[in-house]
């Protein structure tokens, strides 16, 4: 049986590499770098290593990563956005820096702030913001368009996650260490997702994208 790409639903993908303790492999057609389900931790392991972070609100460090995607977001925003910060953790400080530029969030977390009436349908946001999230997710696909579909028209899909940039360097990357990192998005594979969601992608950091939808509601 095939194992498809979480992203892009290509039954086809090839090894990319492999450590002591898991195996990545690579889609051929949209480049993610993924593990394969045997590889996954259960929720509750999940859980608890999540739990070992120590994200404080009142964290400098903390703010000046989280930064790195709010400030160039702030700098794109219309007054007074409605935004979702998907994904936000025990600590949601970049909830906290975007509403101190004047915008509206709600905020989303599987774990630490489930509450999927942020989700519904009925529920339409100018921005959604999902910082160092989309490595963790199982099926990326679905949840991408399920967070595209969120966005009004002109409405603008943030993601901060690292980048793989060749084989050579993915070999003893940190990234991988984490074992709740299990996709691993590259600028190959962010041009897919901005084709296949009909978006205009802007790299706006090294580990920043920003992809924006048309002004034509497709419904």
Not at 141 to 168: F, Q
Request: proline share 7%.
């Amino acid at each position: 049986m095939a194992l498809h790409c979480p992203l892009c639903r290509h039954p086809a993908a090839h090894s990319y590499h492999r450590d002591h303790s898991r195996e990545y492999l690579q889609c051929a057609r949209c480049a993610l770098v993924f593990v394969p389900p045997e590889f996954h931790l259960s929720a509750d392991r999940e859980r608890a290593y999540y739990d070992l972070h120590e994200n404080d609100l009142a964290d400098e460090g903390y703010r000046r990563f989280l930064n790195r995607c709010a400030e160039p977001l702030l700098d794109r925003l219309s007054a007074g956005a409605k935004g979702l910060d998907f994904g936000c953790g025990p600590a949601p400080l970049l909830a906290r820096l975007l509403e101190e530029g004047g915008h509206s969030l709600q905020v989303y977390d599987p774990f630490y702030v489930p509450d999927t009436s942020v989700l519904q349908p009925d529920c339409n946001y100018d921005f959604i913001v999902t910082t160092e999230v989309v490595e963790h997710m199982s099926a990326p696909g679905v949840e991408l368009e399920a967070l595209w579909r969120l966005l009004r028209p002109n409405g603008l899909l943030a993601i901060m996650t690292k980048r793989v940039m060749s084989p050579e360097r993915f070999v003893g990357w940190h990234y991988t260490r984490d074992p709740t990192h299990i996709c691993f998005f590259s600028e190959e594979t962010f041009r897919w997702l901005a084709d296949h969601l009909e978006a205009r992608l802007e790299l706006a950091g090294p580990d920043v994208a920003f992809l924006y939808k048309s002004g034509v509601d497709p419904k």
